[in-house]
């Protein structure tokens, strides 16, 4: 019974397209993110929800949309794809900010890549 | 100071050695810190919490210096399964700072 579901697992696109990642989690938690690790295994905040509400955008381009339609979901459109987007992709879930005794939970992630 | 900084390695040991991690963070009101494990190819995962002066978990132990903003993982008797890598996490808000981790090899 999987906590916090990504799909899809793996997406190969061509440059310019749009596509979308979807996020799920059954934990009941309040809190979702999106984390994007590059090739160098840096794994860095993009986006953080609670209660469905946008928190936290850490000045990701325009062309990266994510839309929450309730809290136990987080999706991620991103338009014009270019190839530097290629990287894995990682939703995350906590209940309220993280710290002591709530720590996130992770999806598997989505491995992009842009060719 | 970068947010949350790690010595990346590659750590190489053998099997039943003990190894050390370093973490150093700038954020000095943080009260809490996580390490996270990672193996290749999968997601991050809670390995221990570490607030205080620090936490034990059988041959895993975490270590807190508020004072000089420092935080270590340190491995005793090393298996072959604990070949990963280990991110430093400092929760700040909602946006909480992974590091960029510390590569552990575990060879027979």
């Known amino acids: 019974d999987t906590a916090v579901s990504q799909t899809p697992k793996y997406l190969v696109t061509q440059m310019g397209n749009d596509k979308s990642i979807k996020c799920e989690q059954n934990l009941g938690h309040d809190t979702m993110y999106w984390y994007k690790q590059d090739s160098k295994k840096f794994l860095k905040i993009m986006f953080s929800?609670?209660?469905?509400?946008?928190?936290i955008n850490e000045t990701v381009p325009n062309r990266f949309s994510p839309k929450s339609p309730d809290k136990a979901h987080l999706n991620l459109h991103i338009n014009s794809l270019e190839l530097g987007d290629s990287a894995v992709y990682f939703c995350?879930?906590?209940?309220?900010?993280?710290?002591?005794?709530?720590?996130?939970?992770f999806g598997q992630g989505t491995r992009l890549t842009v060719v | 100071r970068k947010e949350v900084e790690q010595d990346p390695g590659p750590f190489n040991v053998p099997e039943g050695a003990t190894v050390a991690f370093n973490c150093t963070y700038s954020?000095?009101?943080?009260?809490?810190f996580f390490w996270y494990r990672q193996d290749c190819r999968k997601e991050p995962k809670l390995l221990m919490s570490v607030y205080s002066s620090g936490n034990e978990d059988g041959r895993f132990t975490a270590q807190l210096n508020r004072a000089s903003q420092y935080i270590s993982l340190l491995i005793r008797d090393s298996k072959l399964s604990d070949s990963a890598t280990y991110l430093c996490?400092?929760?700040?808000?909602?946006?909480?700072?992974f590091g960029a981790g510390t590569r552990l090899f575990v060879k027979a």
């Open positions: 929800y609670n209660n469905k509400e946008l928190i």
């Open positions: 995350a879930s906590s209940q309220g900010v993280q710290g002591l005794g709530t720590e996130a939970f």
């Open positions: 954020n000095s009101a943080s009260q809490s």
């Open positions: 996490v400092v929760p700040g808000g909602f946006k909480t700072i």
